[in-house]
Structures are given as structure tokens and as C-alpha cells.
């Protein structure tokens, strides 16, 4: 399947009831030959009205962590678990994943990205084990077939709970250097 015969089933997908009261599905967005793909748990307010990952408060403090770190954001994707917003927010239900999971196994597929990072819990619990607790293993990272894959603090957790943004940070730098070691050591001429 094409990255546009995905977008375009995406977009016509009624498997769950959330296609009922969304704006617009959020498909995932950022560069289709990414090493590093970021995973959220669902689209909030501002993502359903823009069809856009990541665009809200938690995104715009996202986006300050990207660039404290130097990664642009246009150069990585970023995606969702779901697709649709759940009402009020509330956490997916596990027959809305079950729905929706397959998008996101092919946007993988055809991502084949060296390093997959779930931001926050939900996505941790569906890419990497059910019982994912993010408090004591966040930044540690496993092999999910041929990528690496961790998870950090969702940013909404950390707007609601500051005293985690430095280990944020630090999960954040980490991320960066293994992207970094992706390339290998630079040659004389680059330095
Ligand atoms: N939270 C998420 O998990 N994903 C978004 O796209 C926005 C907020």
C-alpha cells in the first residue's frame, strides 16, 4: 500500500464510533524517511480541528523540547495510536486501538524508522509491553523487530506535573545522541 492509499483510507475510516464526532482524522505527519518517529496516544482539540499531531499546548512544549535539543521537527514523523479524538479527551478505549492500530502498523511499515518514541504511557502500553510503567522506565530502550524503541513522558503529563520536565530533558538528550550515533563518527572532512 502507498503512503496515499493509506492517508486516503484513513480519511474514509468509520470502524470506530469516533469517526461520528470528529473534524478531521489525524493521519501523522513530518518526514516519510525518518529515522525517528514520535508516538502520541490521540488527537486533542486543536489536532481534530487542524487534522495536524501535536499542535496544541502539549505540542508547542514538545516542540521546545525538539529544539532544545536540536532535532527539527520537519524532520522527523510524528503520529498517534488513534486517529480520531476521543470525546473530552478521555483515554482510548482498547477496542478504539484495535480499530485503529493497523494504520499505524503500516505508516510503520513503510516508515522502517531506525527509532520509535512513544510520548507517554498509552503508546508505550500498545508498541512496547501492556504493563509499560512510564514512572520507572522511561528512556530505557528495547528492540521492537528491526527498530529501537523507548518512551518519554507524554508533554501533558508534564504541563500537569513540572517536576518531571528535567528527566524529560534528559530522556530528550539521550534520544538526540543515539540519532546522532546512527551516522556513525564524523568524517575529517566534517569536522
Ligand atoms: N496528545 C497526543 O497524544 N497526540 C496529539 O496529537 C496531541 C495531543
Redesign the pocket.
Known amino acids: 500500500m502507498t503512503w496515499e492509499e493509506l492517508e486516503a483510507k484513513c480519511r474514509a475510516c468509520s470502524a470506530c464510533p469516533l469517526h461520528e464526532s470528529r473534524h478531521n482524522p489525524?493521519f501523522g505527519t513530518g518526514n516519510r524517511r525518518a529515522a525517528l518517529v514520535f508516538v502520541?496516544?490521540?488527537?486533542?482539540e486543536?489536532?481534530d480541528l487542524s487534522g495536524v499531531?501535536?499542535?496544541?499546548r502539549?505540542?508547542r512544549l514538545l516542540d521546545r523540547y525538539l529544539e532544545a535539543v536540536d532535532i527539527p521537527r520537519q524532520s522527523v514523523y510524528?503520529t498517534?495510536i488513534l486517529k480520531c479524538r476521543p470525546p473530552k479527551n478521555r483515554d482510548p478505549l482498547p477496542a478504539e486501538e484495535d480499530c485503529c492500530i493497523g494504520f499505524l502498523e503500516l505508516q510503520l511499515r513503510l516508515l522502517s524508522p531506525r527509532l520509535i518514541v512513544c510520548?507517554?504511557r498509552?503508546?508505550a502500553m500498545r508498541l512496547i509491553r501492556p504493563d509499560f510503567r512510564i514512572t520507572k522506565e522511561h528512556g530505557i530502550w528495547h528492540t521492537r523487530g528491526d527498530s529501537e524503541i523507548c518512551a518519554v513522558y507524554?508533554?501533558?503529563l508534564l504541563l500537569r506535573d513540572p517536576r518531571k520536565r528535567e528527566d524529560m530533558l534528559t530522556d530528550m538528550k539521550a534520544i538526540k545522541a543515539r540519532l546522532d550515533a546512527l551516522k556513525g563518527p564524523a568524517s575529517p572532512h566534517e569536522s
Open positions: 489525524v502520541g496516544e490521540a488527537p486533542g486543536q489536532e499531531p501535536f499542535v496544541g502539549a505540542g510524528i498517534n510520548l507517554g498509552i503508546a507524554h508533554p501533558s
